[in-house]
C-alpha cells in the first residue's frame, strides 16, 4: 500500500501580474501551517523568476507549458531548461486549453513531458474528454488514448504525475461527480500500473475541473484522488488556502 502525499497545484493561466504575487506569500504560509501536503503555483512564464522569490521555498512553482527541445529556432517557446533556470520546477503539459488553442497533439504532449522529466521536474500530464465524448460514453477510451499517446515510456529524473481534467468542467462550475471522477481516476490508475507497475503504483492522480474550496474535501475523499488541479480558484489566497487545508485533512 502506497501512501501518495496530495499535491495541490495552482494553474494560474493567462492571469496575475506582480502585484498579485502578494498572494504568495499567504498561500506558502498555509502550506506550511497545513504540512503533509506538496502545493505548486504555475503563473505564466514571466512571473516564474519572481514568484520563486516571494514563495521562499514553501511552495513550488512550475510553468504552464515547455517546448520539447532545449534551445532553437521556436519562436515564442520557452524551454525546461530555461524554466528551471528561472527557478521553475514543475511543468503542467498538454492542458485541454493548449490542446485545443495550440492544436497540441498526444506526440506533441509526451515530447514535452519527456523534457520536463529529463530537468527533474514534477510533470504533470493532462487529459480529459469533451462533453460529446462523455455523452458518446467513450471518455474512458478517450482518456486511455491519450494516455497512450502523451505519457513517456520510462523516466529517470522527474516526477510524473496526471491531472484528469473533462474538458466540460474546466471553468464551468460544473465539477464531476463524485461517482464520474472515481470511474475515471480508477482506469487511469490501472492503465499506469498495467503499463509502469509499481511506478504506476505511486503516480499521483490529480483531478481539475472547477474546484472550489466548497467542493474539495468531497473530491479528496475520492478513491485515487492524489489531489487537484485548481485553475480559477488558484489566483487568491482567499480562495486556494481552503482547497489546501481540505486536502490537509483529507
Ligand atoms: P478551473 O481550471 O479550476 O478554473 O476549472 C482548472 C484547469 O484548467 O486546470
Redesign the pocket.
Known amino acids: 500500500m502506497h501512501v501518495r502525499r496530495k499535491l495541490v497545484a495552482g494553474?494560474w493561466?493567462m492571469n496575475g501580474n506582480l502585484a498579485q504575487l502578494a498572494e504568495l506569500h499567504a498561500i506558502a504560509e498555509a502550506a506550511r501551517a497545513a504540512g503533509g501536503v506538496d502545493v505548486a503555483v504555475c503563473p505564466p512564464f514571466t512571473l516564474i523568476a519572481p514568484a520563486v522569490t516571494r514563495a521562499g521555498g514553501a511552495i513550488v512553482i512550475g510553468a504552464q507549458d515547455c517546448h520539447a527541445e532545449e534551445s532553437g529556432a521556436h519562436t515564442g517557446n520557452v524551454s525546461a531548461a530555461m524554466i528551471k533556470e528561472a527557478g521553475g520546477r514543475m511543468a503542467i503539459v498538454g492542458?485541454?486549453?493548449r490542446r485545443a488553442e495550440q492544436q497540441e497533439s498526444d506526440v506533441a504532449v509526451r515530447g514535452k513531458a519527456v523534457a520536463a522529466l529529463r530537468h527533474g521536474f514534477v510533470t504533470i500530464v493532462?487529459v480529459g474528454e469533451s462533453a460529446l465524448d462523455r455523452a458518446a460514453g467513450s471518455h474512458v477510451d478517450v482518456v486511455e488514448r491519450q494516455l497512450e499517446g502523451s505519457l513517456p515510456d520510462s523516466w529517470e529524473e522527474g516526477e510524473l504525475v496526471l491531472?484528469y481534467?473533462p474538458i466540460w468542467?474546466?471553468?464551468?462550475g460544473n465539477v464531476a461527480t463524485p461517482a464520474d471522477i472515481g470511474e475515471m481516476h480508477a482506469a487511469i490508475r490501472r492503465h499506469l500500473v498495467g503499463r509502469f507497475g509499481d511506478s504506476g503504483q505511486r503516480t499521483r492522480i490529480l483531478y481539475?475541473?472547477?474546484?472550489k474550496a466548497d467542493n474539495a474535501a468531497e473530491i479528496f475523499a475520492v478513491a485515487d484522488v492524489d489531489g487537484a488541479?485548481?485553475?480559477?480558484?488558484?489566483l487568491t489566497a482567499d480562495l486556494f488556502v481552503p482547497i489546501i487545508e481540505a486536502a490537509a485533512r483529507s
Open positions: 494553474n493561466k492542458h485541454s486549453e493532462c491531472a481534467e468542467a474546466i471553468g464551468t481539475g475541473g472547477s474546484v488541479l485548481v485553475g480559477g480558484a488558484s
